[in-house]
């Protein structure tokens, strides 16, 4: 601080305070313009709460101001004086002790105006929609940079609302946005309700908070034609730099750079150091000014961060550090690391939490998510975060509340956290010690702490198929019958049967392990892309890639025969398993399988028949194509064909799979002895059946899976197809032997593969797909194999990876768009 600005100071002092006028605080037009007109008057502003709150050390109120709460457009154009004279009193956050009373001066205020103005070229057609409280730092200071340039800003009358947003941008009454990330992971949730306005957005400024790298990347698709800007700073040094996100590619995940005279550096202990004319002027205290700044003016922050290229990262704060048995673990960086692994859905922190073992944990905590995709995700991204911070398992708890708890000026009171999340913890933890031996306890297990609301139902909380395997698992564990429809009972008239019957009498089902099935949707994915690699590739020579038919390709594809659509058979059998036709008797059950198998089928053989006979000038009876199965359609009859006989077969066996297991007997004899038949591909059919009852069989008896000489057996046989298929090759297939090592090799494989296979997060968004996967990857492949051909590209390992992603990839664009027209979705994808 030079003499002038001391001098200065000293001729604003009131019996050695420093005089001020005490405004209440309102985010309103009202309290803007009364901060404007003390600035023009010459006075010190003192933004308060309430009149009757204490005045820090060193100040003297010398006039109360009370200010009106009225909403809507504030419009005034302020020139910025820059002086060196006081402006305002900003006290800072106070999340580690008491707030302190941060001198701003009107040159301070100015610098960060015109920096943050040129930054984002604003100009006086902006008209923004403040999302943060003008009685904050950002929101204030959005304020002051529209004024300088004759910008419009818009307070909402009840804060930052998704519907008022859409409605006022579709409307072009807004063009412009400010928010913090916990508003944006909102408004990126509901992103559809911006798909066909959020071109007409041009400004956006993000702040205060972290922001990951995928959210900075969906804000982008979302306002394609914004200028995105995101600030990093301090109360004391307030928008030290930016970043450009709408344009910046290499250095994305940064906070940006510094602007103007703003300088920064590093400390040898990685804390970050800031210098600059946007620096407050010091703290007030009942002895006088207090610097910030060393004898050269640096501030030195308790900020870690990391430079390159000129560009800063920021590393969290180096108080928030927690100490995992020796292990340092800096709370923000982790936080921002499970955020990047993560879709936006919620808010999440970390902080320190006691631990008599370990000295300390990292305490992730986040608001409570019913959709148990979501937290299965979160629950994966911290464990993958915890290895990259080379913590344990054991060095890191989760946890589900209602909120996290925030400073006045948004930031994450991190020492609040263990105490609030602490019921949770210790709940879970009673539950676990139990082995979730309550309804109550499972369901909290599942959805968290939404299951509190005991009212709701399995139906009401979203859980998807995994979910359900899961908690039927752990239900039929406690409960003495497991009633039909179950998942449509509330909470509380499940724990009403816990009590009904005799524990341990005939009638309680076999105790399970619920941990066997937690990769079946990974399974499922991952048998998806198999079966997507044999087409890019192509079955035979003249299909896909053109390939001869001795190479390497189309060996490691024939491998792979015994466990793609085995796989795929087996698992559609455990999930028949968990929804059988006894819920809902044969006609309702086959109802269901109809209307989710055969529009699409008819709609794909169309399609496909078309196609073939426009390129190709293929001559194929279309009545056949019905009727035999058509290309890999035929797969589609053939699991109707299935659902159809074993749905019979479980239901007149009872609730016993006797019937059901002599079907699938007999299916497999007849396929040995019969002759080849075109008719809706009945001999694969019969093929296949033994697998879908193999899968039925895993849900219902998992000990077949788990048992400790299970996996021993399994892998060895898992051995056996492709170890014949490469001693004998061609004369392999379509042979009895064929076909019984394929039945062993794949039901070993899928053992196996729920045994040992982890589970992996892409395989899991990848399966919520399959059947849409399924139905079009040959199209999609195909499509982007001719644009390629014709490019003239011919490199075989890159035109196989291309029409993989293409085949995933293409077919879930095709089935997120087919969702907005439900017509269409009926088609596209069942």
Not at 360 to 368: G, I
Not at 660 to 681: F, K, N, Q, R
Request: charged share 20%; hydrophobic share 45%.
């Amino acid at each position: 601080m030079n003499t002038t600005e001391t001098e200065s100071i000293a001729a604003m002092r009131l019996h050695d305070n420093l005089a001020v006028v005490a405004v209440t605080k309102h985010n309103s037009i009202g309290y803007l313009d009364a901060v404007f007109d003390c600035y023009e008057a010459g006075s010190t502003v003192l933004p308060v709460a309430d009149h009757a709150d204490p005045v820090p050390a060193g100040l003297s109120v010398v006039h109360r101001q009370e200010t009106s709460t009225d909403t809507g457009w504030y419009r005034r154009a302020v020139t910025p004086r820059r002086g060196t004279e006081p402006a305002q009193i900003s006290l800072s956050s106070g999340t580690t002790g008491a707030p302190k009373a941060l001198l701003l001066s009107h040159r301070a205020l100015a610098d960060v105006a015109t920096r943050l103005s040129t930054a984002m070229q604003l100009d006086a057609s902006a008209r923004e929609y403040v999302g943060v409280p003008v009685t904050f730092s950002f929101g204030f200071g959005r304020i002051r940079a529209l004024a300088s340039v004759g910008g419009e800003a818009f307070i909402p009358a009840r804060g930052f609302r998704i519907d008022e947003l859409a409605g006022l941008l579709r409307s072009d009454e807004v063009n412009s946005l400010s928010a913090v990330p916990t508003l944006l992971r909102l408004l990126i949730a509901e992103r559809e309700k911006f798909r066909d306005i959020g071109a007409k957005l041009r400004w956006l400024e993000v702040g205060s908070q972290s922001i990951s790298l995928p959210e900075k990347q969906a804000l982008r698709q979302i306002f394609p034609n914004a200028r995105i800007l995101q600030h990093y700073g301090l109360t004391e040094a307030s928008r030290t730099t930016f970043l450009d996100i709408s344009s910046e590619e290499d250095h994305l995940g940064s906070v940006g750079r510094p602007t103007g005279s703003v300088e920064i550096k590093l400390l040898d202990d990685g804390r970050i150091a800031i210098r600059g004319p946007h620096l407050a002027s010091g703290i007030v205290t009942a002895d006088g000014l207090q610097s910030i700044t060393d004898t050269e003016g640096w501030l030195v922050t308790s900020d870690l961060g990391h430079i390159a290229d000129g560009y800063l990262y920021f590393d969290g704060r180096a108080d928030d550090l927690i100490n995992v048995g020796g292990v340092k673990v800096p709370a923000e960086a982790f936080e921002r690391a499970v955020l990047a692994r993560t879709k936006p859905y919620g808010e999440i922190a970390v902080a320190p939490m006691d631990d008599a073992l370990l000295g300390q944990k990292a305490l992730v905590v986040s608001t409570a998510i019913a959709d148990v995709a979501d937290k299965s995700a979160l629950r994966d991204a911290v464990r993958t975060t915890a290895a990259e911070f080379k913590v344990a398992e054991s060095g890191f708890e989760l946890a589900y509340v209602e909120s996290i708890p925030r400073t006045e000026t948004n930031k994450v009171q991190r020492r609040a956290l263990a105490a609030l999340a602490e019921p949770a913890i210790r709940s879970r933890a009673a539950s676990s010690n139990e082995g979730s031996s309550s309804v109550e306890a499972v369901f909290r297990k599942t959805f968290g702490a939404a299951a509190d609301d005991t009212g709701r139902s399995f139906i009401d909380f979203g859980g998807d198929s995994l979910s359900y395997v899961r908690t039927s698992l752990e239900l039929e564990a406690i409960l003495p019958t497991m009633p039909e429809g179950w998942e449509a009972m509330s909470i509380a008239e499940l724990a009403g049967l816990e009590g009904d019957g005799e524990t341990g009498s005939a009638s309680t089902p076999t105790r399970r392990n619920p941990g066997l099935l937690l990769n079946l949707d990974t399974l499922r994915g991952l048998a998806c892309l198999m079966i997507v690699a044999v087409h890019v590739i192509g079955a035979d020579p003249v299909d896909g890639l053109q390939l001869p038919a001795g190479s390497w390709w189309h060996q490691v594809m024939n491998n792979l025969e015994f466990v793609r659509l085995p796989l795929f058979t087996c698992l559609a059998g455990i999930f028949y398993g968990a929804l059988p036709a006894s819920r809902s008797g044969w006609p309702g059950f086959m109802s269901r399988k109809l209307h989710q198998f055969v529009p699409p089928l008819i709609f794909a053989t169309l399609v496909f028949w078309g196609l073939r006979r426009w390129i190709y000038g293929a001559d194929e009876d279309l009545l056949l194509a019905f009727v035999n199965g058509y290309l890999h359609l035929w797969y589609l009859d053939t699991l109707l064909v299935i659902f159809a006989v074993a749905a019979a077969a479980d239901l007149a066996g009872g609730s016993r799979s006797h019937l059901l297991v002599m079907t699938a007997i007999a299916s497999g004899l007849l396929y040995l002895v019969v002759p080849e038949l075109d008719l809706l591909h009945l001999r694969n059919t019969l093929f296949l059946f033994p697998f879908f009852v193999f899968g039925v069989l895993l849900y219902r008896f998992p000990v077949i899976a788990t048992d400790r000489v299970s996996l021993p057996l399994a892998l060895p046989l898992t051995l056996a197809y492709p170890i014949a298929y490469n001693i004998l090759g061609a004369g392999l297939p379509g042979t009895s032997l064929d076909a019984l090592l394929t039945w062993t090799s794949g039901a070993a494989a899928t053992v196996v593969l729920l045994r040992l296979m982890p589970r992996i997060g892409l395989l899991e968004i990848i399966s919520i797909y399959s059947f849409t996967i399924y139905l079009w990857h040959p199209a999609a492949s195909a499509l982007v194999r001719t644009l390629l051909d014709t490019s003239g590209v011919g490199v075989i390992w890159f035109l196989f990876a291309i029409g993989l992603v293409a085949g995933v990839a293409l077919p879930i664009a095709i089935h997120r768009l087919a969702g907005r027209v439900p017509v269409f979705g009926a088609l596209l994808k069942g």
